[in-house]
């Protein structure tokens, strides 16, 4: 499907994902309009070719775009954005929210901007700042098949998208990835680990295992920066943290224990507190300190500030 190049984009959100992912859109000739709370991070852009605007709601009111993507923090940053700019959304104007918030947050906003005439789709991403530059994003999008195949386009040009039902299920497929990503994150820290402990090389541990059953794209990214010890950030703890906690709330709704699910959330609530915007890789710190003594390799840790 051939991109839509007249379509206006207003881009709401250009944080570590947001950058490169407006980028992407850019250097496809759509014309995009950008917004960020610290406009420094959005006039980054403008030697792109985005326009800047200083707030959301003139983003939409300048720009006449008729699809808005929200790439924010929380659910609670793109309902508050969303109320901002309801008032100047152009009708039948497409909200996709590329955040990963709460499937439920996802169904009430999918309802409030239907009321109003406008249709929306969830589409959080997975693929880390890396997959966001080479637009290689796993997107999984939660919209109505029409609303899908008008803006299959436009995502196809950030990464890989894939509908994976109704509204709402694109952040419930990203909390299954999230899911798999938190829980394999720390089996790598403990096999990396225990390998290290037990008298082994763990880098060439890791190397053996690679190509096996246990390859992974965990192993391989997340496990040599444990080996590296740098931590500076991908995907952050506090981002891991918040995905874990809606994890068990949509797990809670659904009737299903998780019960491996509750062992890393209660890893990730810890680091929160010491280590928040370090990459998630840092949950190799947690198990380091649930073994005094025990460390992997002798370099100094590399952390943000």
């Known amino acids: 499907m051939k991109p839509v190049l007249e379509t206006k984009i207003v881009f709401l959100g250009i944080g570590l994902m947001g950058k490169p992912m407006a980028r992407r859109l850019l250097a496809a000739a759509y014309p995009v309009t950008v917004w960020n709370r610290t406009y420094a991070k959005a006039a980054a852009l403008e030697p792109d070719g985005a326009k800047v605007a200083a707030t959301a709601l003139e983003a939409v009111q300048?720009?006449?775009?008729?699809?808005?993507?929200?790439?924010?923090?929380?659910?609670?940053?793109?309902?508050?954005?969303?109320?901002?700019?309801?008032?100047?959304?152009?009708?039948?104007?497409?909200?996709?929210?590329?955040?990963?918030?709460?499937?439920?947050?996802?169904?009430?906003?999918?309802?409030?901007?239907?009321?109003?005439?406008?249709?929306?789709?969830?589409?959080?991403?997975s693929g880390g700042v890396i997959g966001?530059?080479?637009?290689?994003?796993?997107?999984?999008?939660?919209?109505?098949?029409?609303?899908?195949q008008q803006m299959e386009a436009i995502l196809a040009t950030m990464g890989k998208p894939m509908r994976v039902g109704g509204p709402g299920t694109g952040q419930l497929a990203k909390l299954c990835n999230q899911l798999i990503v938190g829980g394999t994150i720390n089996i790598v820290a403990e096999a990396l680990l225990l390998a290290q402990a037990g008298g082994a090389d763990?880098?060439?541990?890791?190397?053996?295992?690679?190509?096996?059953f246990a390859e992974s794209r965990i192993l391989e990214v997340h496990g040599q920066r444990m080996l590296d010890r740098t931590f500076m950030p991908g995907g952050q703890v506090k981002s891991q943290a918040k995905d874990m906690e809606n994890i068990l709330l949509a797990a809670q709704d659904a009737g299903v224990s998780l019960p491996i699910t509750s062992l890393v959330s209660e890893v990730y609530r810890g680091l929160l507190q010491t280590y928040p915007h370090a990459d998630h890789s840092a949950a190799l710190l947690a198990l380091e300190q649930h073994n005094p003594g025990k460390r992997l390799g002798e370099q100094p840790d590399v952390l943000p500030d």
Do not use: W
């Not at 999984?140 to 899908?148: F, I, K, P, Q, R």
């Open 202 to 212: 763990p880098a060439a541990v890791r190397h053996a295992l690679r190509g096996g």
């Open 62 to 125: 300048q720009s006449g775009a008729g699809v808005i993507i929200t790439m924010l923090e929380d659910g609670n940053a793109v309902a508050e954005v969303i109320q901002d700019i309801l008032p100047a959304l152009r009708a039948g104007s497409t909200v996709i929210d590329m955040s990963s918030i709460q499937q439920a947050q996802a169904q009430v906003l999918h309802a409030q901007l239907q009321a109003h005439g406008h249709q929306f789709m969830d589409a959080p991403v």
């Open 132 to 148: 966001a530059e080479a637009g290689t994003l796993a997107i999984m999008a939660g919209a109505e098949m029409a609303v899908y």
